[in-house]
């Protein structure tokens, strides 16, 4: 199983990304996703999750409003839209899947990780 995150890069406080994260070797479908961040220094946080039709959701409250996860079932991709991005969103992003459909922040529950992709948020 490979979980590839990309899209990162510098942005300006104010401005815009969007990650992806492409799946291989596992049934896409049947995993809920999820967004995890760590900062410099800092414990990984959980970002938001999506179930594995995409009719649930469920953010951190430090992102909600911001950020938007969404996948393509057909692509095996979870994708990550951040707006209104602020220097303390500067972290490595990484995916997550679960085969339970869990979508919530608990680390040990997810099956699956992937290697991060940088943000960096300047002010």
């Known amino acids: 199983v490979q979980l590839q995150a990309s899209g990162g890069g510098l942005v300006q406080a104010g401005g815009s990304l969007r990650l992806s994260c492409a799946a291989s070797g596992l049934t896409f479908s049947r995993y809920s996703m999820a967004w995890f961040r760590q900062a410099p220094g800092k414990e990984r946080d959980f970002v938001g999750g999506?179930?594995?039709?995409?009719?649930?959701?469920y953010y951190a409250d430090s992102v909600k409003g911001r950020f938007t996860i969404s996948r393509d079932n057909a692509k095996s991709t979870l994708y990550l839209q951040m707006n209104s991005l602020k220097p303390e969103d500067t972290a490595v992003y990484s995916c997550?899947?679960?085969?339970?459909?869990?979508?919530?922040?608990?680390?040990?529950?997810?099956?699956?990780w992937g290697q991060g992709t940088l943000v960096t948020v300047s002010s």
């Open positions: 997550a899947a679960d085969g339970t459909n869990y979508v919530g922040p608990e680390t040990p529950r997810y099956d699956y």
């Open positions: 999506i179930s594995r039709n995409g009719g649930s959701l």
